[in-house]
């Protein structure tokens, strides 16, 4: 059965999700996450895409992007694909496969769900028993979104902009979504839509993506999966 097209809106929000091929690592030392950053900074300016939050974990990556155009995303994950592997390959004698198959996402809700997506891939960190606080951990959007260091590579989506009157206010504001985790219910809901290609919203929401463009998306039974199945996502 051939795979669906990708497709992507532009000017709206997606929670892009690529992993190591097997759950296998695919950064190894400093200056691979360095090079991974370069590779996808270089791309989103030259396809037009904005990022909004990423995480760069051990074996997988979490990015919080909205495209300038519908080919924008797609564009971006080949280019940086491309360099990264061409990279790894030549700077650790290897070959073959570094990424388990394409990429996955999901078309966010930005009213609702926008903030929520922030802090489940800025929160990555820490729910994988690796740093107390997301602020301790260096690979993160988190320590320039809560006005810690700056970070070209950002451009704030409007829903951030919106926290506060200023920057301080702004900082202010998002470091309080931090004080505590993210809810059970809402980790499930983005790793669900994320692994089944759904929009991450209501089942209103979904349904007014799935009429614009007149097609379904994602899991192939209305509903959520079930508990066993749902329970095998991770990350």
């Not at 999700?17 to 200056?31: D, L, M, P, S, T």
């Not at 922030?118 to 990555?124: A, G, T, V, W």
């Not at 209103?204 to 209305?222: S, T």
Request: include cysteine; hydrophobic fraction near 35%; proline fraction near 4%.
């Amino acid at each position: 059965m051939p795979r669906k097209p990708r497709i992507y809106l532009a000017g709206m929000p997606y929670h892009v999700i690529q992993r190591g091929n097997n759950r296998q690592a695919c950064f190894y030392a400093e200056q691979d996450y360095l090079f991974y950053l370069e590779c996808l900074t270089d791309a989103c300016r030259r396809y037009t895409v904005a990022l909004h939050a990423y995480v760069l974990m051990t074996n997988h990556v979490h990015l919080l992007m909205t495209p300038a155009n519908d080919k924008g995303i797609s564009r971006v994950m080949q280019s940086v694909g491309r360099r990264y592997v061409q990279y790894i390959n030549r700077e650790y004698r290897r070959s073959g496969t570094l990424w388990e198959g394409r990429h996955k996402s999901s078309l966010v809700d930005a009213d609702n769900y926008l903030l929520i997506c922030h802090r489940y891939i800025e929160l990555n960190p820490v729910r994988a028993n690796m740093v107390r606080h997301p602020a301790d951990y260096r690979w993160s959007s988190y320590s320039s979104n809560a006005g810690l260091r700056e970070d070209e590579r950002l451009n704030p989506h409007a829903i951030y902009l919106g926290l506060g009157r200023d920057r301080e206010a702004r900082v202010s504001v998002y470091r309080g979504l931090f004080a505590g985790q993210l809810d059970t219910d809402s980790i499930k809901a983005v790793r669900i839509a994320a692994q089944y290609s759904m929009p991450l919203g209501s089942e209103r929401f979904q349904a007014e993506i799935e009429a614009m463009l007149g097609r379904k998306l994602g899991y192939a039974r209305r509903g959520r999966p079930g508990v066993k199945e749902a329970g095998t996502l991770y990350g």
